[in-house]
């Protein structure tokens, strides 16, 4: 009989012990089920203005170099100074230059000459029409190498192309120049049309075109915005920033002077529209002003985690440029207790 109660007794403990280990493993699973408010997901066409910063410049930046190499004798300008077209900028030391267009004159000279006396002797019947001809060909030759010596000699000397400032000095006196290595720039910021060159990411690169209208301030004119349109855009990226280059060209005079180089800023407005989604500025983790994460959901079972790209941030809200098609629902709640392929429910939707 003992045994039979003590028998008994056990096996309610059992029984109760196993109840509550089952409702500790639906509360468990309970707790994995992460409560959340949905937000409806629908494209609007939205105008961006794209901000971007970059340094002025002119239309008619131009590196002057020499056409032939050699020791530099003198550079007559420096960094800054105005110049005046066919102003003399810098020469080259012409020791060599000089003798090798003596060289090509004294051959010039002497094929002349062949020339000459084979022609006296084919006519004595001596020489053959064929020497006579070979003679002719190596005059027309030396002709033409004097003709390319006394060239290279004229352009051993860099003179100023339009009327402007230097805006670099590569090189110095006694240095060597290379053929066609830059020496000076210059430009013609007196005339020119003066452009601001920023630099924008790829998505931005997509959205600008030629003609959209923008405006342009710069700490060198405090309080002015100069207005300004988008004339070039680069079909490549700039190695240097690891940006695409646009160049916007200033369409108003300035009443005050800018110099090459300053730095600018530029609010661009996209002629075409872009599609996009408006999300809360709360449901976007880890972002910044071109990427960010989300987490959504379709089957309002199941959070997933995406990666999106930003359009811009303003007013708290936050537009999305693509990371969102074939997405139904968006999570604004409950995010931060969420991972990739975590169990939700739907509280308010």
């Known amino acids: 009989m003992k045994y039979t109660v003590a028998f008994i007794a056990g096996l309610y403990v059992c029984l109760a012990f196993a109840s509550c280990k089952s409702r500790a493993e639906v509360d468990h699973t309970k707790e994995d089920i992460i409560p959340v408010k949905l937000l409806p997901l629908q494209q609007e066409t939205v105008q961006q ?17 020499f056409k032939s190499g050699g020791i530099i004798n003198s550079v007559l300008v420096k960094e800054g100074d105005a110049v005046k077209k066919g102003q003399l900028l810098a020469t080259l030391h012409l020791t060599e230059i000089n003798a090798a267009v003596e060289q090509a004159s004294l051959a010039y000279q002497k094929a002349q000459r062949d020339y000459e006396r084979a022609g006296n002797l084919y006519k004595d019947s001596v020489a053959t029409l ?32 339009r009327n402007g400032y230097v805006l670099k000095k590569y090189l110095n006196d006694g240095q060597y120049a290379s053929a066609g290595a830059p020496v000076i720039q210059v430009n013609g910021a007196g005339d020119a049309n003066w452009l601001l060159k920023v630099g924008v990411s790829d998505y931005q690169w997509a959205a600008i075109h030629a003609g959209d209208k923008a405006t342009v301030s710069t700490d060198a ?36 002077s800018i110099a090459s180089g300053l730095f600018g800023k530029a609010a661009i407005q996209p002629s075409l529209a872009t599609a996009a989604w408006s999300v809360p500025y709360d449901a976007l983790l880890d972002g910044d002003a071109s990427q960010g994460y989300v987490f959504v959901t379709n089957d309002n079972v199941t ?19 693509s990371g969102l098609e ?14 990739d392929g975590s169990k939700i429910k739907v509280i308010v939707q």
């Not at 910063?53 to 008619?60: E, H, I, K, P, V």
């Not at 030759?141 to 192309?161: D, L, M, P, W």
């Not at 300004?228 to 005050?256: C, M, N, W, Y």
């Not at 303003?314 to 999305?320: A, C, D, F, L, S």
């Open 49 to 65: 203005v794209i901000h971007a910063s970059g340094q002025f410049s002119t239309d008619d930046e131009t590196n002057l170099a």
């Open 221 to 256: 004119l405090p309080g002015k915005l100069l207005n300004a349109v988008v004339v070039r855009k680069s079909e490549g990226i700039d190695p240097a920033s690891g940006t695409f280059i646009i160049h916007l060209k200033l369409t108003e005079q300035l009443t005050a």
């Open 326 to 339: 074939n997405v139904k629902s968006l999570i604004v709640s409950g995010s931060a207790y969420l991972d």
């Open 130 to 161: 064929e020497q006579m001809q070979n003679a002719k060909t190596a005059m027309e030759v030396a002709k033409q190498q004097y003709t390319s010596a006394g060239f290279n000699q004229r352009y051993a000397e860099i003179r100023a192309t």
């Open 303 to 321: 959070a997933q985690k995406v990666k999106v790209q930003v359009a811009k941030i303003e007013n708290g809200k936050v537009m999305i440029a």
